[in-house]
């Protein structure tokens, strides 16, 4: 289900991610606490910075995108749209679609969605920066190799 709808949709297996819904995520209306989709996302996508990583330069690639080590991401900005209402017990899978990349940053669009309802319950658009951690400044990458190779890779490719 969540895997033909990522197939579908251009969205990049490598960067899926389940979550199981608590009942501790649930808010005093009975549906999942709107502050839990933002650190989905964000699992999702530094779960897909690690695999990164991983690809390019091994396991300590993988540990250095995770730990501010080196060239990673920073996101810039995040917009989350919420389209149904996700109840206890649930999962969601969480996957990710790298667009308009460029040497300084890309865009992320997310989706969460419900394992349940057999439905996308929420959107994520993220701009993430190109960061120099060892530095602390914004970086550009270059997209035909390494990391920026990597991302390029992931791209849908009607981008």
Request: aromatic share 10%; proline share 4%; hydrophobic share 40%.
């Amino acid at each position: 289900m969540a895997r033909d709808y990522a197939e579908e949709h251009g969205y990049d297996l490598t960067s899926m991610w389940e979550e199981n819904i608590a009942w501790g995520h649930l808010d005093s209306f009975r549906h999942l606490n709107n502050v839990h989709y933002v650190r989905f996302f964000e699992t999702s996508r530094m779960h897909m910075m690690y695999l990164i990583g991983l690809e390019t330069n091994g396991p300590e690639g993988g540990k250095a995108m995770l730990e501010g080590l080196g060239v990673s991401i920073i996101l810039k900005s995040i917009d989350v749209k919420f389209k149904r209402p996700v109840t206890y017990p649930d999962n969601l899978v969480i996957m990710q679609r790298p667009h308009n990349t460029s040497p300084s940053r890309f865009n992320l669009s997310a989706v969460a969605y419900s394992l349940a309802q057999r439905a996308p319950v929420a959107t994520s658009d993220a701009v993430c920066v190109w960061y120099d951690y060892d530095m602390w400044k914004k970086c550009d990458v270059d997209e035909n190799i390494g990391i920026g190779l990597a991302i390029a890779k992931r791209v849908h490719k009607k981008d």
